[in-house]
């Protein structure tokens, strides 16, 4: 691909974006695209925070709410996004 309304790494820079929070699942087949979004955000000087969630596919908590990394994930995506509002 390379149109970057389809594919976000083909813009020349990412510089000047808002600070971005990601959350990426090790089992998840999109896990990639979002580290390697994380990683050229950084590269480009936008702040990042990414969380990662080993052994766990896409959506675990909506599948999985009972569980404590389902909760954690809840209490880290609220963090993230307080961390997202702060100045």
């Known amino acids: 691909m390379k149109s970057p309304l389809a594919f976000p790494v083909a813009f020349p820079s990412h510089a000047g974006l808002p600070k971005t929070y990601f959350q990426a699942c ?50 880290d995506a609220a963090e993230g996004l307080k961390w997202l509002l702060a100045g």
Do not use: N
Not at 31 to 53: A, F, N, W
């Open 26 to 75: 090790v089992m998840d087949p999109l896990r990639d695209c979002s580290i390697v979004l994380e990683q050229v955000y950084k590269d480009d000087g936008v702040p990042t925070k990414i969380d990662i969630y080993p052994g766990l596919p896409h959506a675990f908590w909506a599948m999985f709410p009972e569980l404590e990394i389902s909760q954690k994930r809840e209490r």
